[in-house]
């Protein structure tokens, strides 16, 4: 073995692996690792933040983008966030809508595969995530807002979205 990996394969390792395990409110949706942050969070601290999804998911798989919420609140609250103080947002637009839909408008544009999101997507509403799809995105390939699942709520624009929810507070998390 040369010295250098010899040397390298002696001394502890300064990284330390992660587990991740269920979170505390969506325990199968998005699994968190618990973190010791050396960023605090402020006492009474209120998160607002909206997440851009344009991505569709694979058809028969559900779509990721629509886990980071989930992985959001379950890490915040992990972390003495109470859930209240968490509201979260989604704008979907382009051909991520697609998972919006009920399930057989879904199956009619993804090949007949079943809708993989509608669960995650239920239960996101039920801790009050809210779901906002780009009317023009809708419009343009001709989603009707008949066709999006219960609770789902149809913008003017993506645009316009992201604008009302900007004034009402919210942050753009940009991934």
Partial sequence: MRPLLLLAALLPSTATA???????????????????????IPPGAVFKVVYDVTEQAPPGTRNRN????????????????????INVAYVVHGKAIIDLLKPADHARRAGGKANASAAAIAAM?????????CGQSAASQGIAKAELLPGVKMAISASSAHALLGM???????F
């Fill in 18 to 40: 992660q587990t991740f395990h269920p979170g505390p409110v969506f325990p199968d949706i998005a699994p968190i690792a618990t973190i010791e942050s050396d960023m605090a």
């Fill in 66 to 85: 629509f886990e980071t919420a989930a992985r959001f609140i379950n890490g915040h609250v992990e972390a003495g966030v109470p859930a209240g103080n």
């Fill in 125 to 133: 509403q039920a801790r009050n995530v809210t779901f906002y799809v």
């Fill in 168 to 174: 009402q507070g919210y942050t753009l998390i940009p």
